[in-house]
């Protein structure tokens, strides 16, 4: 059973005159930081918050009418975190913004350590191409463009085409390793035709003596009208789970971890005048409203804060907050967080219901 401390030996000002001698050594007291860095629980600058499409779509179109794609590399507004101001991050692992390329652009190729997720929102006839095969693009669609992958995007179509981006960003800045590099021309040579990774991994099987190795899934575009469609035979099947209506993850079909390893994504279903119960987890989740109107209560007492997001809305659940989600007409949520980083390193926890 651990004792009271003992009583305090040193007076302050001698404690300040120590800690001014071993600062010039570039050393510092672990006790007078170490509630802060081993904390009761997890805490986190960023807030919940909402961007609203019908805001945010004038201004993506405006920023097209000032920077074209090209000179921009990629014409992007940032959903920055109030609470995290100047970090161009909408979490603290992660970055989120909204990109817009016209008819008749390329936003020509590069590649990078940080891994990319895109979820469409407006548009068709545009593409992402990944390593040199085309992903044709609609909108509820999902599309990983993976670490160090050759990725460009163009616009043969009519009309804007806009999406959201998700990146590791942050997390790689965290860590170090954070590379990137322009190719020599626009466009990475095509070396698929459209559809063929779908084609050899999509079906639940794979081509015999195959030797894909990577982290990431060999699947660059998972459809949403498939996805769709799996959310409701699911809800027909099963009961609804009380924290999250129903709830599927997009995976790597190979391995079944996440299709992106340091991004975990998933879609889910809430029917017409469902509530969850309250949830929290240490991931925090950047969310696209794909479809349904709602509500997200998020954080405990006086300071919770009450968001209502309709279609193309988005949103974040910082780390650790408890939250519900509740809709007047049924509701389907794209999300994206660094839930499988903390999986594979021991570190996730989450909170069904009330503790």
């Known amino acids: 059973m651990r004792t009271a401390p003992d009583t305090p030996r040193t007076d302050r000002a001698a404690l300040e005159a120590f800690y001014g001698r071993i600062a010039e050594h570039h050393m510092s007291p672990l006790w007078e ?4 860095l081993l904390g009761r629980e997890p805490t986190t600058d960023a807030v919940p918050h909402v961007w609203r499409y019908d805001l945010a779509r ?5 920023a097209g009418a000032l920077i074209s794609a090209e000179e921009a ?4 507004l940032v959903l920055e975190n109030p609470g995290l101001r100047g970090r161009s991050s909408i979490t603290d692992t992660l970055y989120a913004g909204l990109q817009l390329i016209l008819p008749g652009e ?28 085309k992903a044709y693009m609609e909108p509820g669609d999902f599309v990983i463009t993976p670490s160090w992958t050759w990725h460009d995007h163009a616009h043969p179509g009519a009309g804007p085409m806009i999406w959201l981006d998700v990146l590791d960003v942050p997390l790689v800045r965290f860590l170090g390793p954070r590379f990137s590099e322009d190719y020599p021309a626009s466009q990475f040579p095509e070396s698929r035709p459209p559809g063929d990774a779908e084609a050899r991994y999509g079906t639940n099987m794979r081509p015999l003596g195959d030797g894909w190795s990577r982290l990431h899934s060999p699947v660059f575009r998972y459809p949403y009208a498939r996805a769709r469609e ?13 924290c999250f209506g129903v709830k599927l993850e997009y995976i790597n079909p190979l391995t079944g971890a996440p299709a992106v390893p ?8 809430l029917p017409g005048g469902f509530r969850t119960q309250r949830y929290q987890s240490t991931d925090a989740s950047v ?27 988005h949103f974040v659940v910082p780390a650790w907050q408890p939250h519900v989600h509740e809709c007047s007409e049924e509701a389907v949520l794209f999300s994206a967080s660094d839930q499988g980083v903390q999986r594979a390193l021991g570190l996730w926890r989450e909170v069904r219901g009330v503790r």
């Not at 930081?33 to 802060?36: C, N």
């Not at 004038?58 to 405006?62: A, F, G, T």
């Not at 590399?73 to 992007?76: A, Q, T, W």
């Open 33 to 36: 930081v170490i509630r802060k």
């Open 58 to 62: 004038p201004l993506l179109l405006e």
């Open 73 to 76: 590399e990629r014409r992007v």
């Open 106 to 133: 390329v936003a020509p190729a590069h590649r990078h350590t940080p891994a990319a997720i895109r979820f469409v929102l407006e548009g068709s006839g545009a593409y992402t191409a990944v390593d040199g095969e």
């Open 230 to 242: 799996a959310l409701e035979r699911v809800s027909r099947a099963k009961d609804l789970d009380a």
């Open 262 to 269: 340091t991004i975990s994504t998933f879609l889910q279903l």
């Open 287 to 313: 969310y696209s409203v794909v479809e349904g109107r709602g509500r997200s209560v998020i954080g405990e007492g006086p300071g919770a804060a009450t968001l209502s997001w309709g279609p193309r809305d």
